[in-house]
């Protein structure tokens, strides 16, 4: 039960993810960008950071990376992705996830513990939450609003697409509020917060957020005893 | 040497926090009467020898995969360039 995560040049996040992988019962296994070969692992973290430096756009060139070719594939087979705000951008470029994430409508970067709503749990990230649960993780980023057409947004929402949904106020002007998409599999999800962030007691949100500060780790055991079921 | 020009403004349906800020300093310096403002990208993209149609055919591929992003920006110019530098 390998749950790999990508390490590009810039990545931020890897280290967290690999850990709240671990904290959760499975293994982590390092993934390179260079390397074009999953290594056999079962699912995929995309983690946050600032891939090439974001120049260009957010993920645009990540998305070329060496390693998205196998992984492309891999997730149109129904391999478990879960990309993590700059993971979540750069699975848009790619071209998995419909929209866009875009610089935050109030211009600013946003670091601080989010409510959001889990709307969809049917995937296998998700499967550990009840739907409409209330969680508390952190969100941090400077370009996390979602965009995309009136008509995508319809689809999304007419098929139960939308895993994740702020709640409380919008922090960065995502259209509709949407935290977090998936393909209509289900496989592959893109979250803008950050629930690896969320899966250690005493580092995770504050407890005056009303939560135990580990309001993320089910993303990670979802995804372990999902594969365990299998 | 030749030049193409690779021009792309963002989706009008898609907000454009950039744009948003340089409209809110224009008043600020005296630029007034400015009721929107946009902002777009450009490239150069030089090339050895002339800018033919394959030259031209390949930046528009570059434009539409890489350049820019579908989804929320559209291409407004594919061209050989002037020289200007």
Not at chain 1, 69 to 82: C, E, N
Request: include cysteine.
């Amino acid at each position: 039960m390998r749950v790999g995560v990508v390490t590009f040049p810039g990545s931020l996040d890897d280290r967290d993810a690999a850990r709240a992988v671990r904290l959760a019962g499975g293994e982590a296994f390092a993934l390179w960008h260079a390397d074009a070969d999953l290594h056999g692992v079962d699912a995929v973290v995309l983690p946050g950071g600032f891939s090439y430096g974001d120049y260009l756009r957010c993920g645009a060139i990540a998305r070329f990376a060496p390693v998205m070719g196998p992984l492309v594939d891999a997730a149109r087979g129904g391999l478990p992705v879960l990309g993590i705000c700059n993971g979540f951008q750069l699975l848009c470029e790619a071209h998995l996830l419909p929209g866009a994430l875009i610089r935050n409508d109030h211009r600013r970067f946003v670091c601080r513990d989010q409510p959001l709503a889990i709307e969809r749990t049917d995937t296998p990230w998700t499967r550990g939450y009840a739907p409409g649960e209330r969680i508390v993780v952190p969100l941090k980023n400077g370009e996390g609003g979602y965009v995309a057409d009136e008509r995508t947004l319809d689809e999304l929402e007419g098929e139960g697409r939308v895993v994740a949904r702020y709640l409380d106020d919008n922090p960065n002007g995502s259209y509709r509020a949407i935290a977090g998409v998936s393909n209509a599999a289900g496989n592959v999800v893109g979250l803008m917060p950050h629930p690896e962030h969320a899966s250690e007691p005493g580092f995770g949100p504050d407890v005056r957020s009303g939560t135990d500060g580990l309001d993320g780790l089910r993303f990670f055991t979802s995804i372990l005893d999902g594969l365990v079921r299998v | 040497m030749g030049r193409v020009v690779v021009e792309f403004m963002p989706k009008p349906e898609i907000l454009d926090p950039q744009g948003q800020a340089v409209l809110g300093a224009l008043p600020r310096l005296g630029f007034t009467g400015f009721t929107s403002v946009r902002q777009g990208k450009r490239f150069e993209l030089e090339v050895d020898g002339e800018v033919t149609d394959q030259v031209l055919a390949s930046a528009r591929e570059a434009a539409t995969t890489l350049l820019s992003n579908p989804v929320i920006e559209d291409v407004v110019a594919v061209v050989a360039g002037e020289g200007a530098r």
